[in-house]
């Protein structure tokens, strides 16, 4: 995967990020992004009548 190899060396330059430090906020900026539910959003939905 090149591309994401290359975007992860771009993030660290820019932010002054060693590897393994890049390795880590780009884990941690995709939990929150996929990990965090938004409860809000679903107690509405669960609360639709589907049919």
Known sequence: ???????RERVGARLGLEAPRVESFTAGLWAE???????ELFAHVRG???G
């Open 1 to 7: 995967m090149r591309d994401s190899r290359h975007r």
């Open 33 to 39: 992004d996929l990990g965090a539910p938004n409860e």
């Open 48 to 50: 639709l009548r589907w």
